[in-house]
């Protein structure tokens, strides 16, 4: 069974930074693809960043050149660099996997999710 847990949400203000770490268990985690994605209040979900099991990378529009996705497979862990933080960045953060080695597939597991407040 895949779980995903995520850490290192909190409260921060605009302009700072915060790392998300999302620990994979139950699956080969190196030939899955993984992904970030995030709900603020109101809106629907949506993609922020995903990595292929190859190492591809996609952005969303709104946070290219302020976060980063990476993965280690020897720790089957993902994070998120999230650098200048904005306001409009709120929103609860979740973690997800695909059964397939890009996420052009689709997402099949998902965390609960991190909540990231950023505060004007």
């Known amino acids: 069974q895949v779980q995903l847990v995520e850490s290192g949400g909190g409260l921060v203000q605009a302009g700072g930074s915060l790392r998300l770490s999302c620990a994979a268990s139950g699956s080969i985690f190196s030939v899955h693809a993984m992904g970030w994605y995030r709900q603020a209040p109101g809106k629907e979900r949506e993609l922020v960043a995903a990595?292929?099991?190859?190492?591809?990378?996609d952005y969303a529009h709104s946070v290219k050149g302020r976060f980063t996705i990476s993965r280690d497979n020897a720790k089957s862990t993902v994070y998120l660099q999230m650098n200048s933080l904005k306001p409009e960045d709120t929103a609860v953060y979740y973690c997800?996997?695909?059964?397939?080695?890009?996420?052009?597939?689709?997402?099949?597991?998902w965390g609960v999710g991190t909540l990231v407040t950023v505060s004007s």
């Open positions: 990595i292929t099991s190859g190492g591809a990378i």
């Open positions: 997800a996997q695909s059964e397939f080695s890009d996420h052009a597939f689709g997402m099949d597991y």
